[in-house]
């Protein structure tokens, strides 16, 4: 039997996989460059010293306001301190607050979305009129009405952001449990006498929950900027804890001469945010080709 490869003659049985590697980081070298991205995201939240050694709250009144340079990459801050060494210590706050306010917003929601979904009419009609209710407010808005009943610090913060992506996990858990419940497989599992704790565990909550998971990717990113947004009007990490939305916060009053102390966390920000909805979208991609 002749031994096919994939669309190519000239190479050999058993390199189709890095054929395919190959053909990937030709077509979608912006992926490739974003999944390296967050991995250095990963590796600095886990572990910073790996990447840049010294101490972010290290300060020195005289090198204040000190220019990017062979000494100090970035820059450094009105305190003397390395911009470069803080940006790294920040990324773990930052990621930290992305996951952990989206699994907070992903489990209620999905609570709600089962209760509404499943549940009897006027079930589903209260919950939905509560999240509409919800969804009338910006998120940040929302999150800043909780902060206020919190108070402010990190793990503040993440509470009011999670909160704040409740209802948007919820309105989309129902809609897909109104999509699965109608199945064939749930339906015969019912005719079968399974249970319906049994049937909503192994069959309408694993396929309802798959494609919000994959947008819960692409809310990471958000979360990471409405976390910023917060720490930037205070309400996050106070000082002086490394965190991108506080050196924002504290860099525009000397935007005038020292515009590094600006740039460099925004374009932290920002590439963080454009990696993981890059990932996000194209886990999202590939989730919709498989569909029939």
Request: net charge positive; glycine share 10%; charged share 15%.
């Amino acid at each position: 039997m002749t031994e096919l490869t994939l669309g190519n003659p000239s190479l050999k049985p058993g390199s189709e996989t890095l054929f395919v590697a190959h053909r990937a980081w030709q077509l979608r070298p912006g992926l490739t460059l974003a999944a390296l991205f967050v991995l250095l995201l990963l590796v600095a939240a886990l572990q910073p010293g790996w990447l840049i050694s010294g101490d972010p709250l290290d300060a020195n009144a005289r090198q204040a306001f000190r220019a990017p340079d062979s000494v100090h990459w970035l820059g450094t801050d009105e305190n003397g301190r390395d911009i470069l060494v803080r940006l790294v210590h920040a990324v773990r706050p930052s990621l930290l607050l992305g996951l952990a306010a989206t699994a907070i917003g992903l489990l209620i929601g999905t609570v709600f979305g089962l209760l509404a979904g499943l549940g009897p009419r006027w079930l589903d009609g209260a919950v939905m009129r509560l999240v509409d209710v919800l969804l009338a407010f910006p998120d940040l808005l929302l999150a800043l009405v909780v902060i206020t009943f919190f108070g402010q610090g990190l793990f503040n913060t993440i509470i009011a952001v999670g909160i704040a992506s409740v209802p948007r996990y919820a309105r989309l858990v129902r809609a897909q449990t109104l999509v699965v419940r109608n199945a064939g497989y749930v339906e015969a599992a019912t005719t079968l006498g399974l249970r319906r704790r049994a049937v909503i565990a192994r069959h309408v909550l694993p396929n309802a929950i798959k494609p919000v998971l994959i947008l819960a990717t692409i809310g990471i990113g958000g979360n990471i900027i409405a976390g910023a947004a917060l720490s930037f009007l205070g309400f996050g990490a106070p000082p002086p804890v490394p965190e991108w939305g506080g050196m924002l916060a504290i860099g525009r009053n000397y935007l005038g001469n020292a515009w590094w102390l600006v740039a460099w966390p925004a374009l932290a920000i920002t590439l963080t945010v454009v990696s993981i909805t890059a990932i996000g979208r194209e886990l999202l991609r590939r989730n919709e080709g498989k569909r029939p």
